[in-house]
């Protein structure tokens, strides 16, 4: 199907409601009220342009990268917004598959006098207005890298856009704030409570799918919680509306009007799996957009996995115990000064109980950097509480570099590599021992131990050479492993296995 800019279009409202056997015989009394939903919802979308100056595309697969963002419309030369673009849109540029991700490579030549060509609307999303001044919630990725951003309140292609200005913006989160000035009369919608959503929950979606202009679905709220690769600071809302490419920034919302999530992210490998930004974590950090145009968080440098029932009896925690664990403690971080240690179970922070990693995360998000609080921790069977003082969270590229091998840390005491078996590296001077190969089917590739990984205690006992190793794993019983391992990015992460021998 021809992707068209939103100004571009004869003007229309895609309204799906399947009568599905599924969903017409919960539907509330009123048969008509996804009609009078969309008459409230649909004034108050808008649609986004993301206007960059030409850059060359390189294209690179992405097998993991099954949770997929929303924007992706691109328009080709000639199209909406270049020069007598008004008219049909000429066909997109190819685009990669749907396995494949964009990154940018060498630009284009400079055009007569040195100069680039002018801005090109690349990119179409969606955002709605959330303060009758003229601001604008979206994604941030809808405006990440654009040159000019035009803001379409309707789909009369004879209205001039709108420009708009980005005055905050939260990577991490994934959301921008964008403001426009128009003597429009501008109609707010209102953010609702995403805590209160039910699975089952009736929904509607509202955005800009391929460029088609404002388009309104529906379905149900199919899961809370779910989370995502690339989205450490809480769960998605996940939805069978249908929600496609161009959907991105655009409002989910509840049989009242208000918005309960952002629309976010899809599952490519199947249809119906949509995911959205819960809106209460919105509200949280809004303030923080429109004042500073930026959000800062807490921050603590541990790293942590779900406790189970065997790893729980080897460090003294009741089996029933549902909490995170410390895996590993950055060195000179706020745990590190609090006293926290590996094998800690955390189960309270802020005075908020902890029972998994989302849970954390959101205590420690919630709590202002610079503040001190109190962090309880499960030690060999006791209750410890300690203060901590929080710092700011770095950057996503910050915390992605913060494990790369040759960086000083934990582990390694320098960047010089050390030659040894089978062609992998160690640090020199660094702890644990490398596990240079696994025998197929034996107890360590049961485990889940991996050529590569560096073993650095067994049963919490340091280790730093083979017969260090070998003298406390002997005996045919089951041990605490923890493990350091490198992924193929070269990001760092801390592991405790259990390894049986018996």
Do not use: C
Request: charged content about 25%; aromatic content about 6%; proline content about 9%.
């Amino acid at each position: 199907m021809t992707r068209r800019s939103a100004w571009g279009i004869i003007p229309s409202v895609l309204l799906f409601i399947p009568f599905s056997a599924g969903h017409s015989s919960s539907l509330p009394g009123n048969p008509n009220i996804f009609v009078e939903l969309s008459k409230k919802v649909v004034p108050s979308v808008v649609n986004i342009s993301n206007l960059s100056r030409p850059r060359g595309m390189a294209f690179r697969g992405g097998p993991e990268d099954f949770f997929r963002r929303f924007f992706e419309d691109h328009f080709g030369p000639g199209g909406p917004g270049a020069p007598g673009g008004r008219g049909r849109p000429m066909p997109p540029r190819p685009m990669p598959d749907d396995d494949d991700e964009m990154e940018e490579g060498p630009g284009p030549r400079a055009g007569p006098g040195g100069k680039q060509g002018k801005p090109q609307p690349v990119s179409l999303g969606t955002g709605f207005i959330i303060d009758a001044s003229g601001l604008i919630l979206t994604n941030h990725h809808v405006v990440d890298g654009a040159d000019e951003i035009r803001i379409q309140f309707t789909e009369d292609f004879e209205e001039v856009p709108t420009e708009g200005k980005v005055v905050g913006r939260d990577e991490a989160l994934d959301l921008a704030l964008i403001r426009v000035k128009t003597n429009r009369k501008l109609v707010p919608l209102v953010l609702g409570n995403s805590d209160a959503l039910q699975v089952g929950e009736y929904v509607a979606a509202v955005g800009n799918p391929f460029g088609q202009g404002h388009s309104v679905t529906h379905g149900i709220v199919s899961a809370k919680g779910r989370k995502a690769p690339d989205f450490q600071l809480a769960n998605y809302i996940q939805t069978d509306a249908p929600i496609n490419p161009g959907n991105s920034g655009g409002p989910l919302v509840n049989l009242k009007g208000e918005v309960i999530g952002i629309n976010n992210a899809i599952d490519q490998r199947a249809q119906g799996i949509g995911f959205a930004i819960p809106v209460n974590l919105v509200k949280e950090v809004l303030p923080q957009l429109k004042t500073k145009g930026k959000v800062s968080r807490g921050y603590i440098g541990v790293l942590i996995d779900q406790l189970n029932p065997d790893i729980a009896e080897k460090i003294g925690a009741p089996k029933d115990l549902v909490a995170p664990f410390v895996t590993q403690v950055n060195p000179g971080e706020p745990a590190d000064a609090a006293g926290v240690k590996p094998y800690d179970v955390i189960v309270e922070f802020a005075g908020k109980k902890v029972k998994s990693a989302t849970d954390l995360v959101t205590a420690v998000t919630s709590v202002a950097v610079g503040e001190t609080t109190t962090i309880k921790v499960l030690r060999e069977g006791t209750t410890k509480e300690l203060k901590i003082k929080l710092t700011e969270r770095p950057g996503n590229e910050e915390l992605a570099q913060e494990g790369r091998p040759g960086k000083k840390g934990p582990i390694g005491k320098g960047p010089v590599p050390e030659k040894s078996a089978a062609g992998l590296t160690l640090e020199a001077n660094s702890e644990g021992v490398l596990v240079t190969s696994t025998a197929y089917g034996g107890p360590a590739d049961r485990a889940g131990i991996l050529r590569g990984d560096i073993i650095l205690e067994v049963d919490r006992k340091s280790v730093k050479s083979p017969d260090d190793f070998f003298k406390i794993a002997k005996d045919k019983k089951t041990y605490m492993v923890r493990v350091k391992r490198t992924d193929p990015r070269g990001q760092e992460g801390f592991l405790v296995i259990l390894l049986d021998l018996k």
